[in-house]
């Protein structure tokens, strides 16, 4: 079964760092992409970056580029997020999720970017 | 980037009843959308993915159609579980886009 677990998540203050993991199990992690994407409080869904299963592939939302990086440890099974220069705008419940047929999803961490 | 539309943006149904949840896209995707459904405090869950395959799991009562720009998710008899928010995902071209999301909920 695919599980995925975030972490990293909490309250920061606005222009701070964060920087978020997922561990993966139960599938190959290196043969698939994968993905961040965050859902601010009451609203709707933002992808938010994606990386190749090789790291070969790397492209990000308009909202966040040149300020998070995506990155991947295939021999950890693990992803990355690390989010520099956080706005206001940036909380939110990150879920890094698995690419392929559909998105297959962890349960999400809470960043909060708050003064 | 691709703009995904979803309507209704809510609607309210009863149990037993026929659901159609439509999706356009701003331009062709052929065939790369997926359906999700999210109940409050839960991450989403994949119900349909390329546009009409049902995910392992997944009751038949759900069921998805469509390519180009217009896709439909249908809930044949709503249950009681299946009062929840519902999403389109286009899956195309980066950036992948999510339309706004439809809330189902009790008449």
């Known amino acids: 079964e695919v599980h995925l677990v975030e972490s990293g998540g909490g309250l920061v203050k606005p222009g701070g760092s964060l920087r978020l993991s997922c561990a993966a199990s139960?599938?190959?992690?290196?043969?698939?992409?994968m993905n961040w994407v965050r859902q601010a409080p009451g609203k709707g869904l933002e992808w938010v970056a994606l990386?190749?299963?090789?790291?070969?592939?790397?492209d990000y939302a308009h909202s966040v580029r040149g300020r998070f990086i995506i990155s991947r440890d295939n021999a950890k099974n693990s992803l990355y997020l690390q989010m520099n220069s956080l706005r206001v705008e940036d909380t939110g419940v990150y879920y890094c999720a698995r690419g392929g047929s559909g998105y297959t999803w962890g349960q999400g961490t809470l960043v909060t970017v708050s003064s | 980037d691709i703009q995904m539309t979803q309507s209704p943006s809510s609607l309210s149904a009863s149990v037993g009843d026929r659901v159609t949840i439509t999706c356009r896209a701003s331009q062709s995707i052929s065939g790369y959308l997926n359906w999700y459904q999210q109940k409050a405090g839960k991450a989403p869950k994949l119900l349909i993915y390329a546009a009409s395959s049902l995910q392992s799991g997944v009751p038949s009562r759900f069921s998805g159609s469509g390519s180009g720009t217009h896709f439909t998710l249908t809930i044949s008899s709503l249950q009681p579980e299946d009062f929840a928010t519902y999403y389109c995902?286009?899956?195309?071209?980066?950036?992948?886009?999510f339309g706004q999301g439809t809330k189902l909920d009790i008449k």
């Open positions: 995902h286009q899956s195309y071209s980066t950036p992948d886009t």
């Open positions: 139960g599938f190959t992690f290196s043969s698939y992409n």
């Open positions: 990386i190749g299963s090789i790291s070969s592939y790397i």
